[in-house]
């Protein structure tokens, strides 16, 4: 080993944390400026729902949206000959005010949409848990092409039966 001229050995350098240290910081800062750009809704979609007076410090809730539901005949799907099973299917669609009456309307296409659809799903699909979820969201962008993206807001599903 070398020595020095007092014929001590030298201690290993230490290594700065200085990097990590400014790193944790620029984390932290980008963290913080990520949350505040999608809570307020400058990127991603709307700002909250909520604002908040400086008098009160209490959220103010916004009115509530002119919708209207217009509900979609209930349907009773062969879906499976072999086992004799069946789906019950009732829904409302969430349509703003205005577009009432086009949408009602359009209900014997939403319809077809929907048996068309929902006879083409596998009953392994429909037996999953997680399916719903998955079947409402291409329910309703089906419906929204058939209706026009603007109209129909949501789809709500009533009664999901399979028997």
Request: proline share 6%.
């Given at each position: 080993?070398a020595?020095?001229e007092?014929?001590?050995?030298?201690?290993?350098?230490?290594?700065?944390?200085?990097?990590?240290v400014?790193?944790?910081i620029?984390a932290?800062?980008?963290?913080?400026?990520?949350?505040?750009a999608?809570?307020t809704g400058?990127?991603?979609?709307?700002?909250?729902?909520?604002?908040?007076e400086?008098?009160?410090?209490?959220p103010?809730?916004?009115?509530?949206?002119?919708?209207?539901f217009?509900?979609v005949?209930?349907?009773v799907?062969?879906?499976?000959?072999a086992?004799?099973?069946?789906?019950?299917?009732?829904?409302q669609?969430?349509v703003?005010?205005?577009?009432?009456a086009?949408?009602?309307?359009l209900?014997?296409?939403?319809?077809d949409?929907?048996?068309?659809?929902?006879?083409a799903?596998?009953?392994?699909?429909?037996?999953?848990?997680?399916?719903?979820?998955?079947?409402?969201?291409?329910?309703?962008?089906?419906i929204?092409i058939?209706?026009?993206?603007?109209?129909?807001?949501?789809?709500?599903?009533?009664?999901?039966?399979?028997?």
């Amino acid at each position: 080993m070398a020595k020095t001229e007092n014929g001590e050995t030298p201690s290993p350098a230490k290594k700065s944390r200085l990097p990590f240290v400014i790193g944790l910081i620029l984390a932290i800062a980008g963290g913080g400026g990520g949350f505040y750009a999608v809570y307020t809704g400058l990127i991603l979609g709307e700002p909250a729902d909520f604002e908040v007076e400086s008098k009160e410090d209490a959220p103010q809730v916004k009115a509530m949206p002119d919708v209207r539901f217009v509900p979609v005949e209930p349907l009773v799907i062969n879906v499976d000959e072999a086992t004799g099973t069946h789906l019950r299917f009732r829904a409302q669609l969430e349509v703003r005010t205005p577009y009432q009456a086009e949408v009602e309307n359009l209900l014997p296409r939403v319809v077809d949409v929907l048996n068309s659809y929902l006879r083409a799903v596998d009953v392994a699909d429909l037996r999953d848990n997680t399916a719903l979820v998955r079947l409402r969201a291409q329910m309703l962008r089906r419906i929204q092409i058939v209706t026009g993206r603007d109209r129909v807001n949501d789809l709500l599903i009533m009664e999901f039966v399979l028997n």
